[in-house]
C-alpha cells in the first residue's frame, strides 16, 4: 500500500468514526413521526395532525422525504441505521471538499480533519444533515464552473429540486450561487478600477460565468416550486428565520457559546483561517473572500451556521496554508528514505491496525444500549412510559424539548403543546409556551384557555412549583420529570 492510498484511506476512516455516533437528539422524534405518518396514511401532510395548539392548521414542511427515509431507516434498521446514514452523509460532504484541497497530502488531510471537528455540532439524525452533504456537493460544482466547466452548473438544478424536498436548508444553496456571482462582479469591478483593462475586456472575460450564475440561479428558483407545496415554498426560509422567540431561547439560533468545548475548533478555524490569508503570498480571489466572511458571519450570529463555515473554509485555508509554509518545506532536508518494499508492508500494518482501533470505537454508538442510555439522558423516558400506560386525563402541557419524542411514543392518545416545529408554532404559541412554563403573571390563562389537564414538567421547571402551589396533584417523579395533573381522578 502506497504512502498517499494510507493516508487517504485513514483520513476518511477517521472522518467516519468521528461521525458515527449517537445521532437521535430531541427533533429527530417528531421527524420520525411525521415518516411515520406519511407512510401509513399515503399521503404528504398538508396540516398539522400533531399538536394541541395548531391542530388542523396549514403546515408547510419541505422535509418530507427526508422524514420518510429517516423513518424507514429506522424501522429497518434502528438507531443503528440512523448513526449510520448519519454518518455517511458527513463523509459524502467532506469527499467533495476534499476534492477542492490543495496542498501536501499530511496539509489536506490536517484540514480535512479540523474542518470535521469544527462540523461535528452540527451532526444529528435531521434532514439538516442532507443538507450539509448537498452544501458540499454545492461547492464543489461551483468551484469546478468557476474553472471553467461551466456545464456542471446544470446540475444544481436538479439537486435544488431535490434539496427542497429534503429540508430547509436549501436557501443555503442560493447563498453559495449568491456569493459567487457577488465574487466575480467584485473580481470584475476590481480589474476596472486598476486601469488593467476596459469594461469592455472585464466584461467579455467575465461574461460566461456571471450569466451562467445568474441563469442557473433563477433556474433553481423555479426547481424549488417541483415540491407538494408549490412555489410557496420559496418563502418557507423567510417564515423561518422571522420567528423572533428562535434567537431568543433556541440554543442553535443563538450566538455560540465558547466556553463550550465542542464550539472551540470553530474559534481556532476561524483564527487559523485569518492567519493564513493574511500570511499566504498567493492572490486573494474575492470569491473565497466573499465565502469565508458571509458564512463566518452566520456562524457568529447562529451556531448552527459552525458546520457551514468549516465546508467553506476548509479549501481556502489549504489553498492559503500551502502558500504560507510552502518557502519552509522547499528549504526542507529530506532524510534517508525506508525500501519501498518495508514502507508498504508498513503501511498495511498502520492502516490495519489503525481501522480495527476505528471499528471498535465505531460498534460502541451502534449498540442498542449505548442509544437508549444516551436518549434517556435527553428525553423523560421513564415519566412518558407512565403515561403511555395511563388513561388520557385530557389535554397536556409539556416542556418545548420534549415535545418530539411525546409525539413519537404517545400519538396520538396525547398531542404536544409545542415541540420543535417552531415554523409552524411561531411567535404567538411559543410567546404563550414561554410565559407559562415560566410562570410568569398570566400563566394560569394561557392553562385554562387550552384546558391543559396534566403537565409533563422538568422537575426544576418554575411552573412545575407553580402548580403545586395552586394544588395540581403529582401523578410521577423522578429526577429528571414530574407529571401533573388537576385532579387525581382520570
Not at 163 to 188: D, T
Not at 376 to 391: F, I, K, N, T
Request: charge should be neutral; glycine fraction near 6%; include cysteine.
Amino acid at each position: 500500500m502506497s504512502f498517499r492510498r494510507m493516508i487517504v484511506g485513514l483520513t476518511f476512516i477517521a472522518v467516519f468514526t468521528m461521525a458515527v455516533r449517537v445521532s437521535v437528539d430531541t427533533d429527530t422524534w417528531w421527524h420520525l413521526r411525521a415518516g411515520a405518518w406519511i407512510v401509513e396514511h399515503g399521503q404528504i401532510l398538508q396540516s398539522d395532525p400533531f399538536s394541541l395548539t395548531r391542530q388542523g392548521e396549514s403546515w408547510i414542511y419541505p422535509g418530507w422525504l427526508a422524514q420518510i427515509g429517516l423513518y424507514a431507516i429506522h424501522s429497518a434498521l434502528g438507531f443503528a441505521g440512523l448513526n449510520l446514514i448519519t454518518a455517511l452523509m458527513v463523509v459524502l460532504a467532506f469527499s467533495f471538499v476534499w476534492l477542492l484541497l490543495e496542498g501536501p497530502l499530511l496539509m489536506r488531510a490536517f484540514v480535512l480533519l479540523l474542518a470535521t471537528t469544527v462540523s461535528g455540532v452540527y451532526w444529528s439524525a435531521r434532514p439538516h444533515i442532507f443538507s450539509f452533504a448537498l452544501v458540499g456537493i454545492f461547492l464543489w460544482v461551483l468551484a469546478r464552473a468557476r474553472a471553467g466547466n461551466r456545464a456542471w452548473l446544470w446540475g444544481l438544478p436538479p439537486l435544488m429540486a431535490l434539496w427542497s424536498n429534503l429540508h430547509g436548508g436549501f436557501a443555503i444553496g442560493f447563498m453559495l450561487i449568491a456569493a459567487y456571482l457577488v465574487g466575480e462582479v467584485i473580481e470584475a469591478s476590481l480589474s476596472v478600477l486598476s486601469r488593467h483593462t476596459s469594461p469592455s475586456e472585464v466584461w467579455r472575460e467575465r461574461r460566461s460565468i456571471i450569466q451562467s450564475l445568474i441563469i442557473v440561479g433563477l433556474v433553481c428558483a423555479a426547481a424549488v416550486a417541483i415540491n407538494p407545496h408549490g412555489p410557496q415554498m420559496l418563502l418557507y426560509p423567510f417564515k423561518t428565520v422571522s420567528v423572533s422567540t428562535l434567537q431568543a431561547y433556541i440554543q442553535e439560533w443563538q450566538s455560540p457559546d465558547f466556553h463550550r468545548l465542542e464550539v472551540q475548533p470553530f474559534l481556532w478555524m476561524l483564527i487559523l483561517c485569518m492567519v493564513v490569508l493574511a500570511l499566504s503570498n498567493r492572490r486573494k480571489n474575492a470569491v473565497e473572500l466573499v465565502l469565508v466572511a458571509s458564512f463566518a458571519y452566520l456562524s457568529l450570529v447562529a451556531a448552527r451556521n459552525i458546520a457551514l463555515f468549516a465546508l467553506v473554509s476548509a479549501p481556502v485555508v489549504a489553498r492559503h496554508g500551502f502558500a504560507a509554509v510552502e518557502p519552509l518545506l522547499k528549504n526542507r532536508k529530506t532524510g534517508s528514505q525506508l525500501p519501498e518494499r518495508l514502507a508498504r508492508r508498513i503501511n498495511v500494518a498502520l492502516f490495519f491496525f489503525i481501522t480495527l482501533a476505528a471499528l471498535i470505537k465505531i460498534s460502541v454508538p451502534l449498540s442498542d444500549q449505548v442509544n437508549r442510555e444516551a436518549i434517556a439522558g435527553q428525553v423523560p423516558v421513564e415519566a412518558v412510559d407512565y403515561l403511555s400506560r395511563q388513561s388520557s386525563r385530557g389535554p397536556l402541557f409539556n416542556s418545548y424539548n420534549w415535545g418530539g419524542y411525546i409525539l413519537w411514543e404517545l400519538y396520538p392518545e396525547h398531542l404536544s403543546f409545542v415541540d420543535g416545529r417552531t415554523d409552524l408554532f411561531d411567535d404567538v404559541i411559543l410567546s404563550d409556551y414561554i410565559l407559562a412554563w415560566r410562570a410568569d403573571p398570566g400563566w394560569e390563562q394561557v392553562i385554562d384557555r387550552w384546558n391543559i389537564q396534566v403537565a409533563l414538567l422538568e422537575t426544576s421547571a418554575p411552573l412545575a412549583r407553580a402548580m403545586e402551589c395552586k394544588g395540581w396533584v403529582h401523578l410521577y417523579v423522578d429526577d429528571k420529570a414530574v407529571i401533573l395533573s388537576r385532579s387525581l381522578e382520570p
